[in-house]
């Protein structure tokens, strides 16, 4: 199977910067897009910044001009260059896999995967 392991969260003050990454395990062929959600106290899930297997980007407008998402395909990782924060970007941040393609046995299987959530946290 699939894990994705997040790290990088933690606490930070108003204007300052983190960087969060997530790197997918297994017998992996391949990932789809890669991306980065939050869910911030008594509030839904939200995207915030995909990249696609190309490198396309996406961000939602919250974020735009302060973070960036890259991934390093060999490695199956994910990272999201977070600067200039926010208390509003106070949230448990997850990391998704979409399309992920991978061996178990003789078979192949295709799912989208989730990280366990990293905190991060900003103190204004």
């Known amino acids: 199977q699939v894990q994705l392991v997040e790290s990088g969260g933690g606490l930070v003050q108003t204007g300052g910067s983190l960087r969060l990454s997530c790197a997918a395990s297994?017998?992996?062929?391949?990932?789809?897009?890669m991306g980065w959600y939050r869910r911030a106290p008594g509030k839904q899930r939200e995207l915030v910044a995909v990249?696609?297997?190309?490198?396309?980007?996406n961000y939602a407008d919250s974020v735009k001009g302060r973070f960036t998402i890259s991934r390093d395909n060999a490695k199956n990782t994910v990272y999201l260059q977070m600067n200039s924060l926010k208390p509003e970007d106070t949230a448990v941040y997850y990391c998704?896999?979409?399309?992920?393609?991978?061996?178990?046995?003789?078979?192949?299987?295709?799912?989208?995967?989730w990280g366990q959530g990293t905190q991060v946290t900003v103190s204004s």
């Open positions: 990249i696609t297997s190309g490198g396309s980007t």
């Open positions: 998704n896999a979409a399309g992920v393609i991978y061996k178990r046995g003789a078979y192949r299987f295709t799912e989208d995967c």
């Open positions: 297994g017998s992996i062929f391949s990932i789809n897009d």
